[in-house]
């Protein structure tokens, strides 16, 4: 039986609400389960969850913990695990890093809350429903949100964010490819028109907008979510906003807490805003900062901080804490290392492949995928906590993730075998390419925790071991920002790099191309070929809103990805959190929103100490 779209848009199967609590519970998959012998009884609490042999299972974890006991207010110290500091572009409009995008999630609100499904629901602050045509979409307002200068959200400020996102003067990287397939926006992009005629503003309280074609992406991300007050904005030159006190000293949100006081690249701290539009916050306010992760897991004993994104690599010598719970899910996202095959062409905003790019060889891209044991290095490094990855769709999206795939096997000796036949002779400790020239890969890693270049040295002896020079850029890893500088995110190739290990974060629809699209500058390999275009295009096809379709179309990609290798994924990853006993009232889970931010509450003035 097959299964449709309808009005109500079911975009993605139940089964992902499944996954996101269940995890990877498919025990005749070794590539995509992770069990131990002696799973806990997801209380998350200490005594439940330590295992001596050092090696954990997501299944251990829940992902909510429901309100305990009385709330009495306070402060909340959250904690950003991260060597990162925060950039701070404090809005979603521009903002791309992980520290800034958290600092502004405690603040900034959202037009949409998910349902199981992963699609857009009717509750909360809107409803959205699609017309039978599968192409026009109208929302409504259930609530008055207010923004915290007291001025009403309306529909104009969320006409406002796409007006600002889709001008050639924009300079953040969020005009997507769904978001080009609304009616007239391309028209208004290139400047042959002053509005985007698909866009129409009903009321303060309701807006239709409508694209090109039916997709069934529309509903899953087709949609921003972040609106932006024009009262504010529109007084400045787009091409300056990014620079502007109201986003970078005084950043003005919807959401349930405001902004008090911004230490540049080290904390934000937050006030409740009482006039939150779903109920006044348990919290009195929330200080955020960002914490090296050295040190976190001391932070945390002495209860210094009170919840934070924990690392996996640390959580073996930290999971018999007395005064923490721990939450848990699979991670939307993965882990991979991309080839650089080719530039970004700035002036016609796509991709510029170079067949004689020194990674151009499938041969060698693929030896290099087999080289590595990434379940090993996930159990060793991770405790079992990230695994091996088989296919850039990842098991988040379990409806499309091929889990009947067994991705680029672990396999150096078939590795070196596939490098002697392509011409890849040893001469020496190392293999020069087939034209007998010296070859060196250049390599870039990101700094992080301790075992960011534990896992770079790794990967840098198992290519060795079958006969590859590679080296790390510079002879060291790179820190955040400059990493994603030198990888391209501001359109400049670094030609220093020929290789580098990425990890990318998936929104709510399964659609691939946002990464790995010829128009994308996320796509930071530059490969493109017409395969992979026309896969993206059936992919968010109108006949794609059959989802057996759709999974065919995304299974087919899998297959092709794996085969062509601009990069191969290395391991998905669970999302622990770690809360001090006092913290309740919170869920990691997307379409939770009953438990969220302004739910989040602590039942004692106090933190909790490890063994007090």
């Known amino acids: 039986m097959k299964k449709y779209l309808n009005s109500k848009l079911v975009v993605t199967s139940s089964l992902v609400l499944m996954f996101g609590l269940a995890a990877c519970s498919d025990s ?54 991260s060597d990162t500091p925060i950039a701070g572009t404090l809005n979603p409009i521009w903002s791309s890093g992980v520290p ?53 959200l309306t529909m104009d400020d969320y006409l406002y964010a796409y007006e600002i996102i889709a001008h050639p003067d924009y300079t953040g990287v969020r005009f997507t490819s769904t978001l080009r397939d609304i009616e007239g926006i391309m028209d208004y992009h290139n400047g042959d028109a002053d509005t985007i005629s698909g866009i129409n503003v009903i009321s303060d309280e309701e807006i239709e907008i409508t694209f090109n074609d039916a997709s069934p992406a529309i509903m899953a991300s087709g949609l921003w979510s972040s609106p932006l007050p024009r009262h504010v904005f529109e007084q400045y030159d787009i091409a300056e906003m990014e620079e502007v006190s109201e986003v970078r000293e005084n950043p003005i949100g919807f959401g349930p807490y405001i902004v008090d006081t911004i230490t540049p690249g080290e904390s934000v701290t937050y006030t409740k805003n009482e006039d939150y539009w779903d109920g006044e916050p348990k919290l009195d306010g929330v200080t955020f900062q960002v914490v090296n992760p050295s040190v976190v897991a001391q932070s945390l004993r002495s209860g210094e901080i009170d919840m934070v994104t924990f690392p996996e690599s640390q959580f073996h010598e930290n999971a018999d804490l007395d005064n923490v719970k721990w939450l848990g899910r699979v991670g939307p996202s993965y882990s991979y290392v991309g080839f650089k095959l080719g530039t970004w062409d700035s002036e016609n905003g796509m991709v510029d492949t170079d067949p004689d790019a020194k990674m151009s060889d ?5 030896a290099m995928a087999m080289a590595v044991d990434w379940n090993e290095i996930g159990n060793q490094i991770y405790n079992g906590l990230r695994w091996n990855a088989t296919s850039v769709i990842p098991p988040f999206h379990s409806f499309y993730h091929d889990d009947s795939s067994e991705g680029i096997p672990f396999d150096p000796e078939e590795a070196k075998r596939i490098l002697d036949e392509a011409g890849y002779e040893l001469n020496g400790d190392y293999r020069q390419t087939p034209e007998g020239e010296e070859l060196v890969i250049n390599y870039a890693s990101m700094s992080g925790d301790q075992t960011n270049e534990l896992l770079a040295n790794q990967n840098i002896q198992a290519w060795n071991d079958i006969g590859l020079d590679v080296q790390l850029v510079d002879g060291a890893l790179m820190e955040f920002n400059s990493f994603y500088d030198r990888v391209g995110q501001n359109g400049d190739d670094d030609p220093a790099i020929d290789i580098y290990a990425g990890a990318w974060s998936v929104g709510t629809d399964p659609d691939p191309s946002g990464i790995w699209g010829s128009d994308q500058l996320f796509n930071f390999t530059r490969y493109s070929s017409d395969e992979l275009t026309d896969i993206f295009e059936r992919g968010n096809s109108e006949e794609a809103v059959d989802l057996d379709y759709r999974q065919n179309v995304y299974n087919e990609f899998q297959e092709y990805f794996n085969e062509v290798v601009p990069a191969f994924p290395t391991v998905y990853r669970a999302e622990i959190v770690a809360l001090n006993k006092r913290v309740s009232g919170y869920s990691q889970d997307n379409f939770n929103p009953n438990l969220s931010f302004h739910t989040i509450q602590l039942n004692s003035e106090e933190p909790y100490v490890h063994g007090q």
């Open 28 to 81: 005749d998959n070794d590539a995509n389960t992770n069990t131990s012998e002696n799973e806990g009884e997801q209380t998350g609490d200490s005594e439940t969850m330590y295992r001596e042999d050092g090696v954990y299972s997501i299944d251990m974890f829940s992902s909510t913990i429901e309100p305990e006991g009385e709330a009495v207010g306070g402060v909340l110290n959250y904690a950003l695990s």
């Open 100 to 152: 800034d995008r958290e600092a502004t999630d405690w603040f900034y609100g959202a037009m949409f809350t998910l349902d199981e499904t992963y699609t857009y629901s009717n509750e909360k602050l809107t409803s959205v429903e699609l017309n039978d045509e599968g192409n026009v979409v109208n929302i409504k307002f259930n609530e008055q949100a207010n923004w915290h200068d007291g001025e009403p």
């Open 362 to 366: 499938v041969n060698l891209r693929k």
